[in-house]
């Protein structure tokens, strides 16, 4: 049976400048940097402890485009303490943290546009 959700992909234009967000920014931990083609790498970053990872990856023409919406959302244990130390490392956020019945949750922007939910658990 299935256990997890190994990857998601990211699309991105630049792998450099989102590896440099992703690491210095968003504080994931790079699992995988190399070679995958002539023009791109496999780069593969770990979430917190979690074993679900993100590829960092340059789609063709048929593939996703950078600045879309995250099918998905990241979760934290505490959104508005993230939220603010996201903030200093200088992430954009959208808007600041919403309550909700449901749980709390905030928007963030990575440097190719693509929007992503940060989540309570």
């Keep these: 049976m299935i256990s997890h959700v190994k990857f998601v992909s990211i699309p991105t234009r630049d792998q450099d400048r989102a590896l440099k967000f992703w690491t210095e920014r968003a504080g994931c931990k790079v699992l995988t940097d190399q ?15 979690s074993d679900t990872r993100l590829v960092l990856f340059v789609f063709d023409e048929q593939g996703l485009k950078p600045g879309m919406m ?13 939220y603010q130390e996201m903030v200093a490392n200088g992430v954009e956020f959208t ?9 709390t949750f905030a928007m963030f922007k990575d440097p190719d546009g693509n929007t992503f939910v940060l989540s309570s658990r």
């Design 95 to 103: 808007a600041p943290p919403q309550k909700q019945p449901w749980g």
């Design 70 to 82: 995250f099918n998905g959302a990241l979760a934290c244990d505490n959104v508005e303490q993230t």
């Design 35 to 49: 070679p995958f083609n002539e023009t791109q790498r496999w780069i593969e970053l770990r979430v917190g402890t």
